[in-house]
C-alpha cells in the first residue's frame, strides 16, 4: 500500500478548525441537556488529523468500496464524529448537530449506521466496535486476496476507550486480531483515566500495552500528545510503515494520554466532564480560552467550513483514481458485484439439495449439505465458528483457513470467543463485500446476544447457524438445553429467526437466508428428525411466507390445528394422523418463522389458521407468546435435564401420544 506525502495545512487554521469541533463538543449537548462532551474535545486533534491527513474517503461517496474504514467505538462521544461529518462536507448539516439527541434527528445521542451519512458501524455499547473495526479489517484482506489490490487496498481505523478495553468484548476481539495478524487495522486508546464514576482507578488498573502486546500487537504509547496535530500524524504515518501482510504483519495500537474536557477550566480530568452538559458558565469560560466568540453557540465561520470543504475534492481524487484502477481491472466482476451485494451469483440456489421423505438427517447436518452445495455460488461467504464448526454445520468442504499465511481462507475459527464473532460479523458485514455465517449452540446465543441486537438494529445482513435448538441435545443438561430462548430472540425487532422442521426446510431457510436483506438465525437440531412428507413440494413457498398448511385430514374442514415448529412438527403430523383415526379432522401447521409470516396478508395468515378453529402449539420451549397463534400450548415453562434426549423429550411431554390428549382436551373446553 502506498502511502501519500503528509498534509501541509495552516498552522492557525487547524487549530481554529479544532476549537470549532470543540465548541460544538461543547453546544451540542447543552442544547440537548443530554449529551458527552468531555471525550470529544479532548480527541478533536486526533478526529482533525485522522479525517484531513490520513483517512481515504470521499464526503460524497460515502459507500465507495476502497475507503478507509472509520469507527468510533466509544460511541457517547458521537458530538465528535458528527461534527467532521457535517465539516468535512457528508450530507450532515448544521442544523442536524443542534438537533442533537433530538426525536427524529439525523444525530443521535450514539452513532448509528443507515441512519447518518458516513457512520459505518452502530456503536454505544462499549467494545462493540472494536469488534466491529476487527470484522472489517478481515473482510478488507480477505478481498484483497481473493480480487487483488487494485480493487481493495485500505486500512480500519478505530477508537475507543477505557470502557471499552474494560469490557470482556474487546478482549476476545483483540485477541483473535493479533493472532490472525491483521496489518491494516489501527486502534487508539483515548487513555483518559476517566469513567463515569470517577478515576478508573476505582476498578481498572490494567496495563493495557502490555495486554495488547500479548494479545500479538504492535503498541506504542504516544503520552501527552493529544494537542500535537504534528506529532500525531508523524506517529500515525510511522505505524503506517509496519508490515500489513505476512508472518511479521500485526495489528497497532497507539495509546494516547489525553485530558478528558479540556481545557475547561473547572472540568478537565473529571468525571463530570464525560457525561452531562457543561453549562452556559463553564462554556462561556472555555470558548474564551480557546479564542471563540463566548455568547455565541454553534460557531462556525466560513474559513473553517471552507479549509474542512477541501476534503471534498480530497477525497474525490481517491475515489476518481480507484474507479480508474477498477475500469481496469480485468478480474472477475459477475463475483465482485455478488460479493458486494452480500449475495450470490445468479443461478447460485440452483444447486440446493432436495431430500427424500421418509429419511433422518438432524437439521445442523442438512446446513451443512446445503452451505456446501451452493458455496461456489457465493464468494463473499465466509464461515465459520465459536470452537463447534463440525457441530454447527458450517465447515466448508476444500476451503482454505482464514490464517496470515491464507488471508483469503473463507473458513474462519473463531475461537470460544461468542461475543466476539458476533461484533466481527456486524463489522464483516457492515465493511461490505463479505457475508459472514457463523455458528454456536443456541443456547450460547445468550454470549452474543448484545452484538446481536446491534445487527438487528442496523439491519446487518449476517446469517447465525444456532443448533442444538431443544432439550432434544439430550445429555449435556440445562446448561446447554436452550428454554427460553426462541421466545427471547422473537421479541427483539429487526431479527429474523427461522426454526426449520426438516432438511427440505432447512435447505428453504437457508435459501432465504441469503438473499435476506437482515439478520438471520437459524435454529436447528442436534438430534436426527425425518424427512417429512410434503415438504420438497410446499417448503420453498411455504418456509418463505413463515408458516404454511403442510398436512390436511382427508377432505374435511379441520376442527383442530396443531402447529409445530421444528423437530416437533413431526408430532403434530403423528398426532394428526391418530387423532383422524378417531374421527377427528386435524390440520398441521409447519410455523418455522414467526417474522415471515407477519408479513403475509391477513387474508392469508386466516386461511392457513383459520379464526374459530381451535389451535394447539408444540414446541420444545418457553410457550410465551404462543397466545397470538394458539388456544393451547405444549412446550417447557421450567428448565430441562441431563439425559438421552429421546428420554427427556418424552419425560416432558413431547410425544404423539401426549399431543393428542391435549388436542381432545382443547376440543372438550371449546365445544
Known amino acids: 500500500m502506498t502511502q501519500e506525502p503528509p498534509v501541509v495545512q495552516d498552522p492557525a487554521l487547524v487549530q481554529l478548525g479544532i476549537n470549532v469541533i470543540r465548541g460544538l463538543a461543547m453546544d451540542a449537548p447543552e442544547k440537548a441537556n443530554s449529551g458527552h462532551s468531555g471525550t470529544a474535545m479532548a480527541l478533536a486533534p486526533l478526529a482533525h488529523v485522522l479525517w484531513t491527513r490520513i483517512m481515504r474517503h470521499d464526503p460524497h461517496a460515502s459507500h465507495w468500496p476502497d475507503r478507509d474504514r472509520f469507527v468510533l467505538s466509544n460511541g457517547h462521544a458521537s458530538i465528535l464524529l458528527y461534527s467532521l461529518l457535517y465539516l468535512t462536507g457528508y450530507d450532515l448539516s448544521l442544523d442536524d448537530i443542534k438537533a442533537f439527541r433530538q426525536f427524529g434527528s439525523r444525530t443521535p445521542g450514539h452513532p448509528e449506521r443507515r441512519h447518518t451519512d458516513g457512520v459505518e458501524v452502530t456503536t454505544g455499547p462499549l467494545g462493540q466496535g472494536v469488534g466491529n473495526a476487527v470484522g472489517m479489517a478481515i473482510a478488507e484482506r480477505f478481498l484483497r486476496a481473493r480480487f487483488g489490490s487494485d480493487v481493495c ?54 496495563n493495557v500495552p502490555e495486554r495488547f502486546e500479548a494479545y500479538g500487537w504492535n503498541v506504542r504509547n504516544l503520552g501527552e500528545m493529544a494537542n500535537d496535530v504534528d506529532g500525531l500524524e508523524a506517529a500515525i504515518r510511522e505505524a503506517m510503515e509496519y508490515p500489513t501482510d505476512g508472518p511479521e504483519a500485526k495489528p497497532t495500537l497507539l495509546v494516547l494520554r489525553s485530558h478528558i474536557g479540556w481545557p475547561s477550566p473547572k472540568l478537565t480530568d473529571t468525571a463530570a466532564a464525560h457525561g452531562s452538559p457543561f453549562g452556559a458558565e463553564e462554556i462561556r469560560t472555555t470558548k474564551e480560552l480557546l479564542g471563540l466568540p463566548p455568547d455565541e453557540s454553534f460557531w462556525v465561520p466560513d474559513e473553517v467550513r471552507a479549509f474542512y470543504g477541501q476534503e471534498v475534492a480530497r477525497g474525490e481524487a481517491h475515489r476518481k483514481e480507484w474507479e480508474e484502477r477498477f475500469a481496469a481491472w480485468t478480474g472477475d466482476r459477475v463475483a465482485w458485484e455478488a460479493a458486494q451485494s452480500g449475495h450470490g451469483v445468479a443461478g447460485w440456489a440452483d444447486t440446493l439439495p432436495t431430500f427424500e421423505a421418509g429419511t433422518k438427517l438432524a437439521t445442523r447436518h442438512a446446513i451443512n449439505q446445503c452451505i456446501n452445495a451452493t458455496a461456489a455460488g457465493l464468494p463473499g461467504l465466509i464461515a465459520g465458528s465459536a470452537d463447534l464448526t463440525g457441530n454447527n454445520g458450517v465447515a466448508l468442504k476444500g476451503a482454505e483457513m482464514q490464517s496470515r499465511a491464507t488471508p483469503g481462507g473463507a473458513q474462519l475459527h473463531f475461537g470460544i470467543r461468542e461475543h466476539g464473532m458476533g461484533a466481527i460479523m456486524n463489522g464483516m458485514a457492515a465493511h461490505g463485500g463479505v457475508l459472514p455465517l457463523g455458528g454456536t449452540f443456541f443456547v450460547f446465543s445468550d454470549y452474543m446476544r448484545p452484538a446481536v441486537r446491534l445487527a438487528a438494529l442496523s439491519e446487518e445482513h449476517v446469517i447465525y447457524s444456532w443448533t442444538h435448538d431443544s432439550i432434544g441435545l439430550g445429555e449435556d443438561g440445562p446448561t446447554h438445553q436452550p428454554v427460553e430462548h426462541l421466545a427471547s430472540l422473537r421479541a427483539m425487532p429487526g431479527l429474523v429467526l427461522v426454526r426449520p422442521a426438516d432438511a427440505n426446510e432447512t435447505a428453504q431457510a437457508w435459501r432465504l437466508a441469503v438473499e435476506s436483506d437482515r439478520p438471520v438465525g437459524l435454529a436447528l437440531t442436534r438430534q436426527d428428525v425425518p424427512v417429512l412428507e410434503g415438504t420438497a413440494e410446499r417448503a420453498a413457498a411455504g418456509v418463505a411466507k413463515g408458516g404454511y398448511v403442510l398436512a390436511e385430514a382427508g377432505g374435511a374442514a379441520p376442527r383442530i390445528v396443531l402447529i409445530g415448529t421444528g423437530s416437533e412438527v413431526q408430532l403434530c403430523l403423528g398426532a394428526a394422523t391418530a387423532l383422524g383415526e378417531a374421527g377427528v379432522a386435524a390440520r398441521v401447521v409447519s410455523l418455522p418463522c414467526w417474522v415471515w409470516f407477519e408479513e403475509q396478508s391477513e387474508a392469508y395468515r386466516a386461511e392457513v389458521l383459520p379464526p374459530g378453529v381451535p389451535a394447539l402449539s408444540v414446541e420444545a420451549g418457553a410457550t410465551f407468546g404462543w397466545s397470538r397463534y394458539a388456544d393451547a400450548s405444549i412446550g417447557l415453562d421450567h428448565f430441562g435435564a441431563s439425559a438421552p434426549g429421546a428420554v427427556v423429550m418424552e419425560k416432558f411431554g413431547f410425544t404423539v401420544e401426549h399431543v393428542v390428549e391435549r388436542a381432545q382436551a382443547l376440543l372438550a373446553e371449546t365445544s
Open 153 to 206: 487496498d485500505h486500512r480500519t481505523y478505530v477508537i475507543a476507550g477505557d470502557g471499552c478495553f474494560m469490557e470482556g468484548i474487546s478482549h476476545e476481539a483483540a485477541s483473535l486480531a493479533g493472532h490472525l495478524g491483521l496489518g491494516r487495522l489501527m486502534a487508539f486508546y483515548d487513555d483518559n483515566h476517566i469513567t463515569i464514576d470517577g478515576p478508573t482507578e476505582l476498578a481498572y488498573n490494567d
